[in-house]
């Protein structure tokens, strides 16, 4: 907590406080100090303010910052693929539609035939039925033998 001076500046109050850390961390810490000339107090707090506020990837390294973007690279080509689909997805029901339409108007067109009409159909059906029996001598006659 910052406190005021009789100058009037503010410094931070330091609070001392022991800890007990193995040996091996110990013999870092001073190593840490001798390389860098600075005192326990200051790397320890350094350690600290980069554990609270530098980013995951940045105290990691570089192979997993490439990892990270390799990742995010995948992700990018995925959402493409995602918005590809989704595009045809709409044309086909774009499609579907279209379709359901069209058998709706001649479903609807069928129903206000005229019973004259739907008879007409019939025969011209039944009359290109005949005649493609008779050009395919193939085929088996048996219609001829049933009785109406």
């Known amino acids: 907590m910052p406190y005021g001076l009789p100058d ?17 961390t110990i013999e870092e810490l001073e190593k840490l100090c001798s390389d860098s000339g600075k005192s326990a107090t200051e790397v320890i707090e350094g350690a600290i303010h980069d554990a609270i506020h530098v980013p995951d990837v940045e105290r990691i390294g570089d ?23 989704g595009r045809a997805l709409e ?7 279209a ?10 067109e ?21 005649r493609f029996l008779r050009e395919n001598p193939w085929m088996p006659r048996t219609w001829d033998t049933c009785g109406d």
């Open 110 to 130: 069928r129903a206000l035939e005229s019973s004259e009409q739907k008879e007409s159909r019939r025969r011209r059906g039944i009359g290109k039925t005949d």
């Open 8 to 24: 009037g500046s503010h410094t931070r109050m330091k609070v001392k406080k022991t800890y007990r850390l193995e040996q091996e």
């Open 99 to 108: 379709a359901q339409a069209l058998h709706a108007a001649n479903v609807q």
């Open 91 to 97: 044309a086909a029901q774009e499609t579907a539609k």
């Open 63 to 85: 192979g997993w910052a490439q990892t990270v973007a390799a990742l995010t690279d995948q992700l990018a080509v995925k959402d493409d693929q995602i918005a590809s689909l």
